[in-house]
């Protein structure tokens, strides 16, 4: 039928009012036979105006009429009258209908195949206008077989979808109606399920409890349904031998099979939804069902703190509710003791970040659920602190988000604004969840990007004017909310609760709080709460501004070895430094710098005593400016980058010319020693502990070869700043010596540990015209003054020079000419003198004459005709007694990092044999470096590259082990520590989660074990 043009431009311009975004297709359908009666009608068009989307709504009714109309005859053309009487006589099914049809393609398609379903949204008031489990069983009680099921499922979901588009129920309501739907048909499944094995039936009790989502009332449109199935023989059954229990769960798993299947398999009909029984004991490598007590067996002597959080929703559904009822009650014990387990919150933490990670990157920000600011962090939040309160209060014990929120609120353990802002997000974001599945029905967390769906979502979700920017502005609003709320939640009321700054407000009791700091790993909850108190209370700015930090900081704490520790150390920061303005400015404003700082106080005892003795340190935390916001090459931050040797030697001596006298140089070249050591230490924890904004650097080798060039090349500054002192005290600034420092060790192969003793060699060189004696006496002096004001009594890590490696050894003169060395190394020099200046380089003091020596030694270290067999055996046999002599009585050769099986002994020596055999040919083997010569080696073919490997690997892994010693006890040690928090913290430096300190050992035994094969073969030629 043709339109006249004036009418169509009127009806055009009227259906672009009333939302359609295609009118000419509107146009067309409007005037489709079907809808012949009532296209004029002018309710018809509001109605269709008022729908999320109304093209989709218009194209649906359509369908739907035509669909009434392929009924036999007459019949046929009832149905269609009827329909559209009733459309245009009752508004509230106008509104229902339309409403579905607007807002679900997938519902629309329903209709179309089952026309007459439309009707169950006549009657759909019924129970006060909230159906609950009962009247959804009235409503699938036809359904005898799989197929009818899913068409009574749907029509059942008709109803619920058309009271929630409506508004005539809240998200709360839709979410419990879609739990106890899903109630009804996991029964009738079941039913089905015995009907069609009745002897199975016979066999068994079979119980099924929801869990997740179902089992919390608060289910989606479209959501795998969580189970776990419990069995037992029937009551009436003799069991004799297990065989009858035997049977039963055998009957059991038959049953809860056909069920799952009924369920979750595709038909013409479409889908359910999926069953998932992953959450039971074992996961999907477990049985599917098992008896009572095999289940409390598991839970009491396996399960992880993640299936008791789990079972915090399991809720018995269907099949055997008695027992279901029973399973519940016998979990629910250990469900509410989970709190107590040790590594609780970190466990928690641990896995809603694995969560996050596993998010593909390009689908993060689209990520309703999993991603930051989602569902899944409202629901983490809220069910760990009833997991931490719960124990004592039963109020807490809800499976249901919103209502364990609720009662958190009521109950004081979360802020009242806190919970109000937290249930709007959250409701927020499950109804545009909800509005997002219901359009296909399709399980998807995704928002979308088209500008059609998020169009239609919008203005379902009451959003009519600019629906994609202001969708847009809410998701983002709210996201942020829980981002910001997820760990203020947790951490906030701890400081009401000490603060006491709203007397009004319900606030957490003393021993709430002190519960909630021993679950986040406090060892002395009174003396966090006073440091709390002490840091929180007040109205000063100083107090103001902690109080919006604290919340973050205690999370930072929270997931280190010793939060405690973090909680002090920030303490005695903010006393030292509270009242400067930066300070709390610079935690505050630069994103990193309070991140960086809690993890540096929290990860051991050496990085936050360094920060104490100079609390200004703290502004290298801070971020780089934005025109450098680079990474260096070795890896970290532009502000906690190691700085060149030339530039700490050249601030050294600057300071050391500042001061008044001998012993207040020394002083200034121990500040600077100090402040770049913490530089050091805050770099190497921040880079292996990793932070939010940059994740733990991998390359641990990276990680070694940084700390051992920094605090060599401090060490080699820190030496150059005390010889000029002592020179310019006793000589003004000409020494009648020439006088040069030779390192060696892991000195003169810049990989020293944070705890390592500096090995080094005088040399001198009387000055043209000097008389020898003199120059002797001179040298002697400086020595011996130098030695003397470094181990004066200091508070910092102390600087051991070490002096045993020149010739004759403790008995040999401290300082020698070079002569004298030439002639020592000429007549007496041993194999094991010429290995040990594989390292020698020279550090400080006359740069010709340390030059010279180094040209001395070089044939020594270097022989042009290799090792001969009797030099091979003796540092053979050398190392074969070191082996047995000097390990510590009662060490465990296999922790020991030095000494031990595999150890930095074993990787040296067997470097250091095959330089003295081959450097003189192979250039790449004269550095004094480990793994540098260990890379010219395997490049030289001298070493295979997997064997190269393995010696690496243990090499740069027992280092690891010394600095993360020295960084978490304040003192060096060669073993691990035997302290279990101690030990913790080592294990979170090398990379390893709470309570994996076992698998830390395991590997560094094998590592090393690996690497002794290596040596045996390569250097004892086993």
Request: glycine residues 8%; contains cysteine.
């Amino acid at each position: 039928m043709s339109v006249p043009q004036g009418r169509r431009s009127s009806t055009f311009t009227r259906l672009l009012r009333h939302g359609f975004t295609d009118p000419s297709g509107a146009e067309r359908l409007l005037d489709a036979p079907a809808l012949s009666s009532v296209r004029s009608d002018p309710l018809l068009l509001d109605a269709l105006g008022a729908t999320a989307d109304p093209d989709l709504a218009l194209l649906g009714l359509v369908r739907l009429v035509e669909a009434q109309e392929r009924a036999d005859g007459a019949e046929g053309d009832t149905a269609r009258r009827e329909l559209l009487d009733t459309l245009i006589t009752a508004k509230p099914l106008r509104d229902r209908l339309l409403g579905v049809l607007g807002a679900s393609e997938a519902l629309a398609d329903h209709l179309a195949r089952h026309p007459a379903d439309w009707q169950a949204l006549v009657t759909y008031e019924h129970s006060d206008l909230h159906p609950g489990v009962q009247e959804f069983e009235s409503g699938l009680a036809d359904a005898d077989d799989p197929d009818s099921l899913r068409v009574a499922y749907r029509r059942c979901l008709l109803s619920i979808a058309a009271r929630d588009v409506c508004g005539t129920t809240d998200i709360a309501q839709t979410a419990a109606e879609l739990a106890d739907l899903a109630t009804a048909t996991l029964r009738a499944a079941l039913a089905i399920a015995g009907a069609a094995a009745s002897a199975d039936a016979a066999q068994c009790r079979l119980a099924v409890v929801a869990m997740g989502k179902c089992g919390g009332h608060e289910l989606n449109y479209v959501s795998d349904v969580d189970v776990i199935f419990v069995a037992e023989a029937p009551e009436n059954a003799a069991n004799t031998e297990g065989s009858d229990e035997g049977k039963a769960i055998q009957a059991a798993t038959r049953l809860a099979s056909h069920m799952m299947r009924i369920c979750s398999e595709t038909t013409v009909e479409g889908t359910i939804w999926p069953v998932d029984a992953n959450l039971r004991p074992e996961g999907r490598n477990g049985p599917l069902v098992r008896t009572l007590s095999s289940h409390l067996a598991y839970y009491q002597r396996w399960a992880k703190t993640w299936e008791f959080q789990a079972l915090l929703k399991a809720r018995p559904v269907a099949g055997d509710l008695e027992l279901g009822e029973a399973y519940v009650e016998a979990v629910s014990p250990m469900v509410w003791q989970a709190a107590e387990r040790e590594n609780f919150v970190p466990d928690v933490q641990k896995m809603r970040k694995r969560v996050i990670a596993g998010i593909p990157a390009g689908e993060v920000d689209r990520e309703l659920k999993l991603g930051p600011g989602g569902l899944r962090d409202v629901e983490f939040a809220v069910q760990l602190l009833q997991l931490v309160h719960g124990r004592a209060d039963a109020s807490l014990r809800s499976g249901t988000t919103l209502d364990a929120l609720a009662a958190l609120a009521d109950r004081g353990y979360v802020g009242r604004v806190d919970a109000v802002q937290l249930d709007d997000a959250y409701r927020f974001l499950r109804t545009l969840e909800h509005r997002i599945q219901l359009y296909k029905l399709r399980r998807t967390h995704l928002v979308p990007e088209s500008d059609a769906d998020l169009r239609r979502i919008g203005r379902s979700m009451g959003m009519r004017t600019e629906p994609l920017t202001d969708l847009g502005r809410a998701w983002k609003r709210h996201t942020s909310v829980v981002r910001r709320l997820h760990e203020k939640l947790f951490y906030r009321p701890l400081l009401d609760a000490v603060a006491q700054l709203a007397p009004g407000e319900t606030r957490l009791s003393t021993e709430a709080a002190r519960e909630r700091l021993i679950a986040l790993g406090y060892a002395d909850p009174s003396a966090a709460l006073r440091h709390l108190e002490a840091l929180a209370s007040g109205v000063s700015r100083k107090s103001a501004i902690q109080r919006t930090l604290l919340p973050v900081l205690l999370g930072w704490f929270a997931d280190s070895a010793d939060p405690d520790a973090g909680l002090l150390g920030f303490r005695k920061v903010s006393d030292a430094l509270g009242k400067t303005p930066w300070y709390l400015r610079l935690l505050r404003d630069e994103g990193a710098a309070a991140e960086n700082l809690a993890r540096v106080l929290s990860a051991g005892r050496l990085a936050p005593d360094l920060l104490l003795r100079a609390p200004e340190a703290v502004a290298l935390l801070g971020d780089p400016s934005p025109s450098s916001r680079t990474t260096s090459s070795r890896g970290g931050p532009n502000g906690l980058d190691p700085r060149p040797h030339a530039q700490l030697e050249q601030e050294v001596l600057a300071a050391v010319g500042r001061a008044d006298d001998v012993e207040q140089a020394v002083a200034a070249a121990r500040g600077v020693r100090r402040r770049e050591l913490f530089r050091t230490t805050a770099a190497d924890i921040i880079a292996s502990y990793g932070t939010e904004e940059s994740p733990a650097i991998a390359d641990q080798g990276a990680l070694v070869d940084r700390v051992g060039a920094a605090v060599s090349d401090l060490t080699a500054a820190t030496l150059a700043g005390t010889l000029r002192a002592v020179v310019r005290d006793g000589w003004g600034d000409l020494l009648p010596a020439r006088f040069a420092v030779i390192a060696m060790g892991r000195f003169g192969g810049h990989e020293l540990s944070y705890g390592s003793d500096a090995d080094v060699l005088f040399v001198y060189e009387p000055r043209d015209g000097a008389d020898d004696q003199e120059a002797a006496k001179a040298a002697n002096k400086v020595v011996s003054e130098m030695r003397r004001l470094l181990a004066l009594p200091s508070a910092d890590p102390p600087l051991l020079v070490d002096t045993d490696l020149r010739p004759e050894g403790k008995t040999g003169p401290l300082v020698r000419t070079l002569k004298s060395y030439e002639a020592y190394y000429r007549r007496w020099s041993l194999i094991w003198e010429s290995q040990a200046l594989l390292r020698a380089q020279h550090v400080a003091g006359d740069a010709e004459l340390g030059a010279a020596f180094i040209d001395l030694v070089d044939p020594l270290r270097y022989p042009a005709d290799g090792l001969g067999d009797d030099s091979v055996r003796e540092i053979r046999r050398l190392k074969a007694r070191m082996e047995s002599e000097r390990l510590p009585r009662g060490a465990d050769a296999t922790l020991h990092t030095k000494l031990g099986r595999g150890g930095l002994s074993d990787v040296e020596w067997t470097v250091q044999l095959l330089q003295l055999q081959h450097g003189a040919e192979e250039p790449g083997l004269r550095t004094t470096r480990t793994r540098e010569a260990l890379a010219a080696a395997c490049a030289a073919g001298l070493l295979p590259a997997q064997d190269a490997g393995i010696l690496d690997e243990a090499w740069v892994l027992a280092t690891r082990v010394r600095n993360a010693v020295m960084l978490v006890r304040g003192r060096a040690g060669d073993t691990f520590p035997s302290d279990g928090r101690e030990l913790g913290a080592v294990g979170r430096y090398l990379g390893y989660d709470p309570g994996h300190v076992g698998d830390m050992l395991d590997d560094y035994r094998r590592t090393t074990r690996r690497a002794r094969a290596v040596m045996e073969q390569r250097f004892y030629g086993a």
